[in-house]
């Protein structure tokens, strides 16, 4: 993967992942090191987002290089009508990085194949969110002790959900047991599930949230109703606030159980979890700086992290 775009969490082996994680530990020992000085990234963000872009932001900043870029498409050319490609042959000529979320499927891989410049892809649409798998697996390994035979329960929208989809992936490697818990119109894609049909992962689906589930979890990985994916809005009023944990559901869970959730969370965890130790998310974050100063050092070919 050295020098090149991280589109697709497909494109990691499992050398490759544990690699990053190995330098995600290194980036979070020291996060400010010099690595990218007279270099310039460009976040380019189509869609909405607090963590990915200010924790790119952050790793650029915090490794000497500078950021360009905009949060708010309708404030750029695009708005005017310029194509996707122009945009980013555009900014090709500015940034030695493009990091880039957009509302289509596909839209960075598309990015990729029109320029020379490394993109990663920051999420599209309800398709990838590598660097976010990548956070989540340096969590996980670092509450675990390990990635192996772990048992991961998945919760919410399976069907949007881009970080679920990229997880699974990024953990077909570890020999996990899912537990996918959905509501009929959200369900895990056909997609997902061969995969994992072919890799011989164990899974079983579910509708119900249920106590006796979370006990046999090591991590329990709460996710949003996409409001913004639904073309039938009265289908996302049915199904918004379907699976809720409060703090009394955790109290026959592993001493080893970890939440985590991609955030943003709307209503799918109460607050009174917050305090609960089990509670990871919000280290879960932070955790994103590391892991992606890893990813962009990755992705430029900075082999030595002096
Ligand atoms: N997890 C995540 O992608 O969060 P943001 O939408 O805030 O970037």
Redesign the pocket.
């Known amino acids: 993967m050295k020098g090149k775009s991280l589109v697709s969490i497909d494109q990691c082996s499992k050398g490759d992942i544990l690699r990053i994680l190995e330098n995600a530990g290194k980036f979070e020992e020291n996060p400010n090191r010099t690595l990218l000085e007279g270099k310039v990234a460009a976040t380019l963000f189509f ?8 924790s790119f932001e952050t790793a650029v900043n915090r490794l000497g290089g500078r950021v360009i870029g905009f949060q708010d498409a309708s404030t750029t050319s695009s708005s005017k009508g310029e194509t996707l490609k122009d945009t980013i042959l555009m900014v090709s000529n500015y940034a030695d990085l493009i990091i880039m ?1 957009h509302y289509l499927e596909g839209a960075a891989r598309y990015a990729s194949e029109v320029t020379d410049v490394p993109v990663i892809n ?2 599209d649409g309800a398709n990838q ?1 590598p660097s ?1 798998t990548l956070l989540d697996l340096y969590s996980i390994q670092k509450t675990q002790g390990q990635l192996t035979d772990l048992t991961i329960t998945i919760v919410g929208d399976l069907k949007y959900g881009r ?1 679920v989809h990229s997880l699974i992936v990024g953990m077909s490697h570890f020999n996990p047991t899912f537990h996918f818990i959905a509501p009929e119109e959200l369900r895990m894609p056909d997609e997902q599930k061969n995969l994992c049909d072919k890799l011989g992962i164990n899974y079983t689906e579910h509708t119900v949230f249920t106590e006796d589930i979370i006990n046999q979890s090591d991590i329990l990985y709460m996710t949003r109703v996409q409001r913004e994916r639904f073309t039938d809005l009265e289908e996302y009023e049915r199904v918004k606030n379907i699976y809720i944990l409060k703090n009394d559901m955790l109290k026959g869970s592993r001493d080893n159980l970890r939440i985590l959730h ?3 969370r709307v209503n799918e965890i109460a607050y009174d979890v917050d305090d609960n130790p089990k509670a990871y998310f919000i280290q879960q ?1 932070h955790n ?1 700086l590391f892991t992606r100063q890893a990813i962009i050092c990755e992705v430029l070919g900075i082999t030595e992290l002096i």
């Open positions: 869609e909405p987002s607090t963590r990915t872009r200010l979320r920051a999420g969110h976010q970080t991609p955030l943003p974050a994103g």
